[in-house]
């Protein structure tokens, strides 16, 4: 197997560069609508989390998507990548107990040029 060029990096470089750029214009988003983030990265043997926030009693585990559209991003949000965040969640709540009491779901944030990040709720649904 041979190691990537120079290119290849450049340009995961600048893909990694641009998803946290959009994980803080989603971050804030969230803030200025009420949100409290929570967790910024949430790291776990199962995979990680983009962002999780609470608002009232509702605690969203919320995938950050960057694309162009709206539907290239619900594209990316594919079944394994679904699968991943709901066993990262279940590690969360395993870890914070007090979660389980609040009303659990999984958002997508939709992060475009030149719009305001797009907050879609229930994007989809746990299954086991």
């Known amino acids: 197997m041979r190691s990537p060029g120079p290119q290849d990096r450049q340009s ?7 998803g946290l750029s959009a994980e803080t214009r989603a971050a804030w988003a969230l803030r200025l609508t009420g949100w409290r983030i929570l967790k910024r990265r949430y790291k776990t043997k199962a995979g990680e989390i983009d ?3 609470k608002k009232r009693k509702v605690v969203a585990f919320i995938e950050v998507k960057a694309r162009r559209n709206r539907r290239a991003a619900m594209e990316a949000v594919t079944p394994a990548s679904q699968k ?15 979660a389980a009491f609040f009303t659990l ?16 709720a229930n994007a989809f649904e746990a299954h086991d």
Not at 12 to 18: D, G, H, I, L, V
Not at 105 to 120: G, S
């Open 51 to 53: 962002l999780i926030a």
């Open 12 to 18: 995961r470089k600048k893909a990694y560069s641009w």
């Open 84 to 98: 991943r965040i709901v066993r990262a969640a279940k590690i969360f709540v395993s870890e914070h107990p007090k």
């Open 105 to 120: 779901r999984f958002d997508v944030m939709v992060v475009r040029p030149w719009t305001w990040p797009e907050h879609i």
